[in-house]
């Protein structure tokens, strides 16, 4: 049974940062792409950040450039978002996924595997 489980989520201040971290039991963790979306309530889901499975290329969301940064760790089976310069508007559950093929990093439909979810608040 493959597991993605995010963490790190909670409340912030508008321009605080936060750090999530998705632990995946992924046995070829390394083989896959690993991105983060979120959905805001009566809203659609919708991509953030991406990494290819080497960490070579990244991919983000022109309302998260320069503010959110996509990382991981293949030997940990963990991927990461920081989170900087949170605004209000960034308010939403983030959720983890993993891709095993292809090179459409954007669409959630192209994802295999999904966490739960962890809810990230962003006060004004």
């Known amino acids: 049974q493959v597991l993605l489980v995010e963490s790190g989520g909670g409340l912030v201040q508008a321009g605080g940062s936060l750090r999530l971290s998705c632990a995946a039991s992924l046995r070829t963790f390394s083989s896959y792409a690993m991105g983060w979306f979120r959905q805001a309530p009566g809203k659609e889901r919708e991509f953030v950040v991406a990494i290819s499975w080497n960490a070579g290329s990244t991919y983000s969301a022109d309302s998260v450039k320069g503010r959110f940064t996509i990382s991981r760790d293949n030997a940990k089976n963990t991927v990461y978002l920081q989170m900087n310069s949170l605004k209000a508007e960034d308010t939403a559950v983030y959720y983890c996924?993993?891709?095993?093929?292809?090179?459409?990093?954007?669409?959630?439909?192209?994802?295999?595997?999904w966490g739960q979810g962890t809810q990230v608040t962003v006060s004004s």
């Open positions: 996924a993993a891709k095993r093929v292809g090179i459409n990093y954007y669409t959630w439909q192209d994802y295999d595997y």
